[in-house]
């Protein structure tokens, strides 16, 4: 059958969402690949890549096997295939990304790396004194923390941690003929390569993996012993646990109790290196109860594996050089209140990490917190970092009697922990916490002010696409809107009655929230593009996210490109759409931008009939369009509706739409491919380009003044040409 003959809604339509997710990590390992990247960075890169890889594992395939252990027939949503079919092409997928690691590390990285001083060393290629080095580093630093680990009828098999390396060693006592299992974590208190601090050349950097060492002298481990054979391993536990929130009557205690239970969920992959000692291999697989799917052969030594911190060397030549944001004079730092009347002279909007967080958001939260006005402050936390300024500045906000809210997910994958720590701290000084939502995670990011001003008080919001978290506001790009618009502040505080007490409230006028209106409006705004494409009017959606995957916005959009509305989706992650398929998506590009910052923002925009695109309706916000994101989490995307930050928006979008340095093209069947300059056509690199534009902003004198210089900026240095609208 034709895909053109086939029936909306067809299987065939979609892509599956974990190979297209691996796609997205193959892009990611591009970056590593690319030549032209600084050597330190592709190392960086390949970092991220295994990263991705391990938090894949820890997500997804645990859910998959689970279902293909379950015997059901449970088939994916999307694309119709079985669990143990989508696990046979994960493996392949992996494995095929696998070799080009190999390569990449055989032939470029490693003899880089040492060309450049950088020696990644086995202990045969260290001399006598950096031997010495690392035995005094083993027995007064490894020696103390190792626990050698022998499995016999008195010491049952040991718990083997999430991501932890381990070296398995096949032993034997001099005077029995059968062989002991034993096994040797790596301490995790020091960086898996450590640095050679004595026989070095000076000016170069040399550095050992604590694998070699502990394996070097596990004789001291294992004392009369015979060593027969050793294997290093690594094991990654699934953290996708169902837990039932519907009967828990404490969520805090609830997550608490996910976290201990987590440390012994199943394994879901087993890895090592070439040439396992069988009898090891086949001992864990044994006791680890695993399949062949479960165990995966990383084609070279595991001490490859993770080459943290040999991208953080201080090696500028090597590197990247770093981008400081801009300090946006929306707001005077000198004069401390200033922030309020900045934002009632105008919707203010802030591009991250071209302009600081914390010139921005922090001095928000920071005023709101000191300013005697100031009644209220409400606001929602996913994910922060370690050393919040956003979290002291609502402490100290408590401290000085204001009224604090702040709802805290505890559910944040792999954040728990930290967000349990920040909200007991607030608790303790008087912050009123909410520990997230029963079957719902609340990922918006907003925030509320209620100021005392005369006889009135007047509202004032933060509404953004990133966390507030310092940390990674300076390597992900997003966006924030600052508005004191009573429109859109009125229903921000409706959201938060929600999120305290329930509300049923679902009538948003202005603000898409999920799960009461987000997916009901976008469907309708997609409908009415297509129903103008239809009447002759001009049409067009751009929209920027994370992921898409909800198959009802993507027949939305297979209708609407069938109508002839011109769409481009910049997705980074996973896309399960299939684009320029004749008579179902010709209309459709799939962009994906992948960079040395990750594109986070959420960005959308439907031209409404508009002859000039600018003037059509543009919403950011805090969810991708996933079925979670829509339906089973707090999500709130918000209009923007003064002019200057609508043409603010298209031009973020339409540069992005231009990029050729760090763009990639989806087709039909899901592969992606490079888009490079044509000839005679000037690179387009949109993140440099942003970073021109934020540096010319900051010297001009007004915002609107900054949009017409911004125009004519991107226009004439990143581009060379105006660019298409729809």
Known sequence: MKTSDQKLGSVEHYLDR????????????????????PLLERVRFLNIFQNNLNEFYMKRVGGLLQKKMSNLPIVSATTGLMAGDRLDNIRSTVSELNCRIERLLREELLPGLNEKGIRLHTWETINQEQQDWCEKFFRQKIYPVATPMVVDQGHPFPLLSNLSSSIAAKIRHPND????????????????????????????????????????????????????AVMPFKVTRNADIETDEDDADD????????????????????????????????????????????????????????LDPIPDLKIPELRTAPWTPVNPNVFNQEEEFSVFSAIRSGDILVHHPYESFTATVEHFIRSAARDPQVITIKLTLYRTNRDSAIVKSLIEAANHGKQVVCLVEIKARFDEERNIYWAQEMEKAGVHVIYGMVGLKIHSKVASVVRKEGN??????????????????????????????PAI?????????????????SDY???????????????????TEAANAQAGKPSGIVAKMNSLEDRDVIDALYGASKAGVPITLIVRGFCCLRPQVP???????VVSIIGPLLEHARLFFFRGGESDPENGLFYLGSGDWMYRNLLSRVEVAAPIVESGLKKRLWQILNLQMQDNRLAWDMAADGSYHRRLPKAGEPEVNSQLGFMEVARHRLTLASDSEAVNTTADTTSSRTTGKSSSTH
């Open 251 to 306: 969520l805090l205690d609830l997550i608490q109790v996910e976290l201990r239970n987590r440390k012994f969920s199943e394994i879901v992959r087993l890895e090592h290196g070439p040439h396992p000692d069988p009898w090891l291999l086949n001992f864990l697989k044994d006791h680890l109860d695993l399949g062949e799917e479960e165990v995966v052969e990383f084609p070279m030594h595991l001490r490859y594996r993770d």
């Open 18 to 37: 974990d190979i297209s997710w691996l796609r997205f990590n193959e892009r990611v390992l591009y970056q590593a690949e690319e030549a032209r990247t």
């Open 509 to 527: 006028k202005m603000l898409l929230v999920s799960p009461m209106n987000m997916k009901d409006r976008f469907l309708e705004l997609i409908r």
């Open 489 to 505: 502040t009125s229903e921000v505080v409706d959201v938060f009655h929600f999120l305290t007490g329930r509300s049923l409230k």
């Open 177 to 228: 003929s059968e062989p002991l299992f034993a096994r040797v974590k790596v301490p995790r208190l020091f960086s898996e390569w450590i640095q050679i601090e004595e026989g070095g050349v000076k000016g170069e950097h040399h550095f050992i993996h604590l694998l070699d060492v502990v394996e070097e002298f596990l004789p001291e481990l294992f004392p009369r012993m015979d060593i027969m």
């Open 456 to 485: 009135e008080f007047r509202l004032y919001s933060h509404l953004g696409t990133g966390n507030y978290n310092s940390t990674t506001a300076n390597l992900y790009t997003d966006v924030g809107l600052f508005t004191c618009n």
């Open 583 to 589: 008579q179902l998506s010709e209309n459709i590009r």
